[in-house]
């Protein structure tokens, strides 16, 4: 479980959130009672960096985003609008 820190505490000891990182695990910062940030060992921000989804660009130029079996809607006919 998280250990939760107010932002004045955070701020003042920052040394011992560093060592609670890398022994604990993550540490909630809290700024009015609510979860603001959170601070990780490298170790974890490198897990959850690679765990990152791929960006949208690199997902349609995949060879597994590309099909042929495209489905094209019909089109309705459109009256001509009156002056």
């Excluded at 107010?6 to 609670?20: C, G, H, N, T, Y």
């Excluded at 009672?33 to 060992?41: I, K, L, N, R, T």
């Excluded at 974890?44 to 765990?51: N, P, Q, T, V």
């Amino acid at each position: 479980m998280a250990r939760s820190w107010p932002v004045q505490d955070a701020k003042a000891r920052f040394s011992e959130i560093l060592a609670a990182c890398e022994g604990e695990g993550p540490q909630i910062v809290t700024k009015r009672g609510a979860a603001a940030a959170a601070m990780v060992s490298i170790e974890g921000w490198r897990i959850l960096s690679a765990r990152v989804a791929p960006r949208l660009k690199d997902l349609l130029l995949s060879e597994e985003a590309r099909t042929d079996d495209f489905v094209i809607p019909p089109r309705k006919r459109i009256g001509m609008r009156k002056p």
